[in-house]
């Protein structure tokens, strides 16, 4: 397996007595699409301000392709980033804007004009060359901002929202553009947004973040079909949270009840006793007159609403507690006040914790 291109270990910052980050782990491999996740204040930008050196930790170290950086200041590190608010110096034409860093490293004239003119066409802005910040849309700007940091050929660019101004229209097509620009380029990028749709679309890893630390880090595919934490299964997806105890354990299958005669089946073996909280996704959610997979979970129908694409409806269950569940079908069999059984595949549940019951 390649070597990982950065490692954090165990990061640990304080800001005013306040813990901001609690030990952050991370191996990035080259090449690598690395998206943190999480909402505000949760610490993505001081994570991201410590690996470009902006920041140090209070313990922990960054390791970039092999070597411990942790000491190192932002200029000896192969690293660039790109900001939300495009930062373009605004009395510099674009070329000149591109060639900032090569004029600081004192590269050669000719040798910059021709790096400008390919990062150019990088970028798909061939001829915007001679044009100031202030006659570009936002898109170009951002652009012109992805190609000046990857002037310098940074081994690792880190991306703060880059694409947060964006309508969301532009922030789609931009999406898929910087997607395709980081396969091509085959630089490794790590990326922090709080939309979760834009690091399902783009990344190769998500790092789910919450309070300082990592919830879950896995592929998009992972994070959304087995969240491993409650916060992970809410934060991504529309999903319902179901807690019971474990009144039958069998190889592959477990009998969770949720109320007295109802239960619901979970995929794998768990203690008798044991208290388990589910996670099921709002589109994995079925109902019916009969109950599949040897569910008795009963419900009413309390709402279906029509949301262009899908029909979300509302189930109460026997202990209070609302489902959300979405189909593709516009219309349903059963109208509101009606009682139906409710299931779902038990492999397409999640077991976000575990406890004594
Ligand atoms: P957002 O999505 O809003 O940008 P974030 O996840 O990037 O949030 P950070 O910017 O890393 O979060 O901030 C994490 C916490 O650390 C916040 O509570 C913030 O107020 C605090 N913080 C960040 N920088 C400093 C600083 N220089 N001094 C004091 N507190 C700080």
């Keep these: ?41 949760c610490g993505k930008t001081t994570t991201l301000r410590i690996i470009a050196g902006l920041e140090s930790p209070d313990s922990g170290r960054v390791i970039l392709s092999g070597a411990d950086v942790t000491r190192l200041p932002p200029e000896k590190r192969a690293v660039n980033t790109v900001f939300q608010n495009y930062a373009l110096f605004p009395h510099m034409n674009v070329q000149k804007n591109i060639a900032y860093s090569m004029n600081l490293r004192r590269v050669k004239k000719d040798e910059s004009a021709k790096r400008v003119e390919e990062l150019l ?9 001679k ?9 170009q700007r951002q652009r012109v901002a992805i190609a000046r940091a990857l002037a310098c050929d940074p081994q690792l660019l880190l ?20 997607k395709a620009l980081q396969q ?7 990326y922090i947004t709080h939309d979760q749709e834009e690091a399902l679309n783009m990344s190769d890893l998500i790092a789910v973040m919450n309070g300082g630390r990592f919830e879950q880090i896995g592929s998009p595919e992972e994070i959304y079909e087995r969240p491993t934490t409650r916060f992970a299964a809410q934060f991504i997806g529309q999903s319902n949270i179901l807690e019971g105890d ?8 477990s009998v969770v009840e949720i109320c007295p005669g109802n239960t619901v089946m979970v995929k794998g073996e768990y203690t008798q006793g044991e208290r388990l909280a589910l996670s099921v996704r709002a589109e994995r959610i079925d109902y019916a007159k009969e109950a599949g997979y040897g569910f008795h979970l009963t419900g009413t129908i309390k709402l279906h ?53």
């Design 1 to 41: 397996m390649a070597q990982p291109i950065l490692t954090l270990e165990n990061i640990h910052k304080t800001f005013d007595g306040t813990k901001v980050l609690d030990g952050i782990t991370l191996d990035v491999l080259p090449g690598q699409f690395v998206t943190l996740l999480g909402p505000s204040g």
């Design 121 to 129: 066409s990088v970028v798909q802005l061939e001829g915007f060359g």
């Design 131 to 139: 044009r100031m910040p202030a006659q570009l849309s936002g898109g």
């Design 159 to 178: 991306l703060d929202e880059p694409l947060g101004a964006l309508d969301l229209q532009l922030r789609r097509q931009m999406q898929v553009e910087l």
């Design 184 to 190: 091509k380029l085959g630089i490794t990028f790590i």
């Design 246 to 253: 474990v009144i039958q354990s069998g190889k592959d299958r």
């Design 305 to 357: 609403s029509y949301i262009g694409g899908v029909l979300r409806t509302t189930i109460t269950l026997k202990t209070g507690q609302e489902l959300l569940i979405t189909g593709a079908n516009p219309v349903s069999l059963y109208p509101a006040g009606c009682t139906v059984e409710v299931f779902w595949d038990p492999d397409a549940a999640a077991v976000v914790e575990r406890g004594r019951g």
